[in-house]
């Protein structure tokens, strides 16, 4: 078989035309499923990393079933010490800012709305999240008890910068939580849901209005990357398990534990890439089977010689596949070069999608998208085209099987 190669190799420079058209259709196709692919897994990167800025961060941590009940009594005791021995060394914490949560009426004039208040910490709230960016009209906290409000819930309360809210909630100890603050700045997310239902507060002032004990409900916590989530929520619970506490345990929650709703897209949206990936790579296996009937079809009587002279209808298919396997192979070359290098362009410089830039902008997300090359998105895609390829190559290989050396040498 090793002495079939340099014969597959010049079989298949036979017929130059028919053999260039065919690679440069595979070269086509590989070119783009790494680039396509590479965009996709840039675009959901990018959607993650914008969705987790506005609000969660890539982790938190929170006392157990927080997530589910959303009551103010499971908080955590979080005390400067302990966040240090948690996260301070531990290089794939960027930052982490502690937050608290509590439900309350919110009355301004006539109009009443229930809505989450929320207190975090304004200096380390810039460094986990957007919110600072997304501040529409006044400013961002410079003062003990100003609030911030979204721009919906503004609109909704008919206030404005410099009015008065009035909050009526109730504290974690049970008591009434009850103040008159004014607004200071109102912010502008795109989220309807949360620009409608959120108050924030200084966490200072909100611990204190709420009765929280110098609790707190979550940390967020940004990540180096995303590729160091997964890693750090292992670390960070195996660190949680080893420290005291008296109510529920506090774990460690990533991205998708937070939004599930946005793993679910990304898994529709790659469930409908996947189904035009594979129209693409049947349509290219199609040409693969083409040039082979053809092939075996021109070369019977030569087929026919070989089989009488003793050469094994065995051995022939795999010259066939051999064949099939150099064509593929050249092509997927020549089709992940140049679609990493299209990919590795893109990476560099962007691309802007039109009328869209300054839209993202608003929202604290880059107004151009960015693929990102990795190992899976260059190979994934030029893989499946080579497995269906070889094996659409098989089924004119295996007439070889049924052929009869005399009739075959009299093939016109």
């Avoid at 924030?200 to 990540?223: C, K, N, Y």
């Amino acid at each position: 078989m090793i002495h079939d190669i340099p014969l597959a190799w010049r079989n298949i420079w036979r017929n130059p035309r028919r053999t260039l058209l065919t690679v440069a259709a595979i070269a086509f196709a590989a070119l783009l499923l790494v680039f396509m692919l590479s965009f996709q897994f840039g675009t959901y990167e990018t959607m993650i990393n914008a969705s987790v800025s506005l609000r969660t961060g890539h982790l938190q941590v929170q006392a157990a079933g927080y997530q589910k009940d959303r009551e103010v009594r499971l908080a955590l005791n979080w005390s400067q010490e302990t966040e240090a021995a948690l996260l301070e060394g531990d290089a794939r914490v960027v930052a982490a800012a502690p937050r608290a949560n509590g439900f309350a009426l919110v009355t301004s004039g006539s109009r009443t709305y229930g809505c989450m208040v929320t207190g975090v910490d304004p200096e380390r709230e810039k460094k986990v999240s957007t919110l600072a960016a997304i501040i529409r009209q006044g400013s961002y906290f410079s003062g003990d008890d100003g609030a911030l409000v979204g721009e919906t819930l503004a609109r909704n309360l008919k206030v404005g910068v410099g009015d008065e809210l009035t909050l009526l909630g109730q504290g974690r100890d049970g008591s009434v939580a009850a103040t008159v603050v004014l607004v200071q700045g109102v912010f502008e997310s795109g989220l309807d849901a949360y620009d409608r239902n959120v108050v924030l507060l200084p966490l200072a002032f909100f611990q204190d209005l709420f009765s929280m004990e110098g609790g707190v409900h979550e940390v967020a916590i940004r990540a180096s990357s995303l590729s160091e989530v997964a890693p750090l929520k292992a670390a960070l619970n195996t660190r949680l398990a080893k420290l005291p506490h008296d109510g529920p345990p506090p774990v460690a929650l990533d991205w998708m534990d937070l939004i599930p709703g946005l793993l679910q897209s990304i898994q529709m949206d790659l469930v409908s890439g996947i189904i035009m990936y594979l129209i693409l790579i049947i349509v290219v296996a199609f040409s693969i089977l083409n040039t082979f009937v053809m092939a075996i079809f021109e070369r019977t009587r030569e087929f026919g010689v070989m089989m009488a002279i003793g050469t094994t209808p065995g051995r022939l298919m795999g010259l066939v596949l051999t064949e099939s396997f150099f064509m593929t192979a050249t092509g997927l070359a020549v089709g992940i070069v140049f679609g990493a290098a299209l990919t590795l362009w893109f990476e560099t410089h962007g691309i802007l999608i039109p009328g869209s830039d300054q839209i993202m902008k608003a929202y604290g997300i880059s107004g151009r998208l960015y693929p990102k090359l990795s190992l899976l998105s260059a190979t994934i895609g030029p893989v499946a085209v080579l497995a269906i390829t070889l094996f659409s190559a098989l089924f004119p290989a295996l007439k070889i099987r049924h052929m009869k050396p005399v009739e075959a040498m009299h093939h016109a």
